[in-house]
Each structure stands twice: as structure tokens, then as C-alpha cells.
T-cell receptor, first 113, second 115 residues
């Protein structure tokens, strides 16, 4: 158990819908990272928040957004969903802003029908 | 820009044989390098990491990796494979700066261990 929790574990929704994925980092960790894992793209970095502020952005679609709240949990919002958004979404956390070990949650498996 | 290449999407070894998973990286700054393992339907678990200290890094479950700057490689090895090592392995790089720890992953290597 990494100490990072993600909810829900599974999500099935329809095209055009909007979903919210939630992540609670390990106790004391200030950074939260979001990654997408799909068969065709592999594991891709989406976005990083550090202590409530956006720190780095990867290949995150404009339809996707994230935020980190004062209690340090984070949410990833995916809107206008397309079939190609079906993937495993991981959250990871680390104690500082860069270079440290990232601890991964179990992931949320999203299926868009 | 940083990148990671894992040579071989599938590697098959016999139980008790040497495991060698290859990883080459590209980075314009001194990198931090990581190996993660993913078991079916689970998240990623850190095996080991290199952060510019010793070039030979020992990790969990008997795995180790050697950082070779001249070859830009960070290959993962284990002297004797166990059935429980069957999983997907990912090599990753970050730029080691304090600005961001975002990881760039390789495509992954699936390790099959035959009895």
C-alpha cells in the first residue's frame, strides 16, 4: 500500500459526459501528479500540482483540468469525453516539488462507451 | 527534451535465469532515473532509483541497475528470476531539478517467467 488513494476504482460513462477523479496523497506529501496509461500512448504525464499551485503541464487536453485543494487532495476533471479517453488514470504524490520518489495510487479505470 | 527507450516490449526467461531489461535515456541535464514495476490490475511500485550517488543501485526484490553515463543506459538486472517477477517494468527519467519531478516513462517491458 503506497498510501495514495484514488476514487473511484472504476468508472463507466458515455461519450460527451463529464467525470471527476479524486486523489488523496500520502500524508505530508505536497506534490500530486496525474498520469494517463493507455495501450496506444503508454504512460503519459498530464499535470503536477505542488502545494495548491500548478507546477508542470504535460500533454493534457484542454477538455481536462485539475486542481489541488487546501487539504492537498486533488481532482482531475475530464469533460466532453471521447472513446479515446478510455484509460487508466494514475495519481502519484511526492513530498517536494521535484526529483523525489513518486508513490503511485492504484489508479482509476475509465471506460467511455 | 527527455526521453526513454526500453528495448524489447516482451522478455521471456526461465525461472532461475538472469533477468536483463534494457533502458536507454536521453537528457540534456543530469537525470534522475527510476525503475517501476506494475503487477496486473495494480499501480506502479518503485523498484529502485538513481539520483547521482552510486552508479550501481540496489533495489527491492533482488533487482539492481547500473547507471552508465557514457552509454546513456540504466539497465535492470536480477541474477535469478522468480515466478513472482512476472510483471510489466517501466523505466522513467526526470530532470533532477527542483522545478518539477514529472516522469517521462518508457513504453514498458513485459517480463514472462517460464517454469
Amino acid at each position: 500500500d503506497s498510501g495514495v488513494t484514488q476514487t473511484p476504482k472504476h468508472l463507466i460513462t458515455a461519450t460527451g459526459q463529464r467525470v471527476t477523479l479524486r486523489c488523496s496523497p500520502r500524508s505530508g506529501d505536497l506534490s500530486v501528479y496525474w498520469y494517463q496509461q493507455s495501450l496506444d500512448q503508454g504512460l503519459q504525464f498530464l499535470i503536477q500540482y505542488y502545494n495548491g499551485e500548478e507546477r508542470a503541464k504535460g500533454n493534457i487536453l484542454e477538455r481536462f483540468s485539475a486542481q489541488q485543494f487546501p487539504d492537498l487532495h486533488s481532482e482531475l476533471n475530464l469533460s466532453s469525453l471521447e472513446l479515446g479517453d478510455s484509460a487508466l488514470y494514475f495519481c502519484a504524490s511526492s513530498d517536494l516539488a521535484g526529483g523525489e520518489t513518486q508513490y503511485f495510487g492504484p489508479g482509476t479505470r475509465l471506460l467511455v462507451l | 527534451a527527455q526521453s526513454v527507450t526500453q528495448l524489447g516490449s516482451h522478455v521471456s526467461v526461465s525461472e532461475g535465469a538472469l533477468v536483463l531489461l534494457r533502458c536507454n535515456y536521453s537528457s540534456s541535464v543530469p537525470p534522475y532515473l527510476f525503475w517501476y514495476v506494475q503487477y496486473p490490475n495494480q499501480g506502479l511500485q518503485l523498484l529502485l532509483k538513481y539520483t547521482s550517488a552510486a552508479t550501481l543501485v540496489k533495489g527491492i526484490n533482488g533487482f539492481e541497475a547500473e547507471f552508465k553515463k557514457s552509454e546513456t543506459s540504466f539497465h535492470l538486472t536480477k541474477p535469478s528470476a522468480h515466478m513472482s517477477d512476472a510483471a510489466e517494468y517501466f523505466c522513467a527519467v526526470s530532470d533532477g531539478s527542483s522545478n518539477t519531478g514529472k516522469l517521462i516513462f518508457g513504453q514498458g517491458t513485459t517480463l514472462q517467467v517460464k517454469p
